[in-house]
């Protein structure tokens, strides 16, 4: 469950995404700018960073998928 990706081509670092994340797992990028998921487990597919994303670019999947942690 959870986002399943942000498309950076659409995403104009707004910000908002990261504003109705209601259990804290967007987070802003303080190099580039860009909104990226810190706490994926978190995610209850809540569907309200989808939802309020002004350019459409954040994708949450209801379904359960294994990923591996990325290293940073």
Same mark, same amino acid.
């Not at 804290?24 to 706490?39: A, C, H, S």
């Given at each position: @469950?959870? +986002?399943? =990706? !942000?498309? /950076?081509?659409?995403?104009?670092?707004?910000? !908002?995404?990261? *504003?109705?994340? %209601? @259990?804290?797992?967007?987070?802003?990028?303080?190099?580039?700018? =860009? #909104?990226?998921?810190? /706490? +994926? =487990?978190?995610?209850?597919?809540?569907?309200?960073? *989808?939802?309020?994303?002004?350019?459409? %670019? !954040? /994708?949450?999947? #209801?379904?359960? *998928?294994?990923? *591996?942690?990325?290293?940073?």
């Amino acid at each position: @469950m959870g +986002i399943k =990706r !942000i498309n /950076y081509d659409l995403c104009t670092k707004c910000g !908002i995404c990261v *504003e109705h994340c %209601a @259990m804290d797992v967007l987070r802003m990028d303080g190099v580039t700018g =860009r #909104p990226f998921v810190k /706490y +994926i =487990r978190d995610c209850q597919s809540c569907f309200l960073c *989808e939802q309020h994303c002004p350019q459409g %670019a !954040i /994708y949450v999947t #209801p379904f359960s *998928e294994k990923r *591996e942690p990325l290293p940073w």
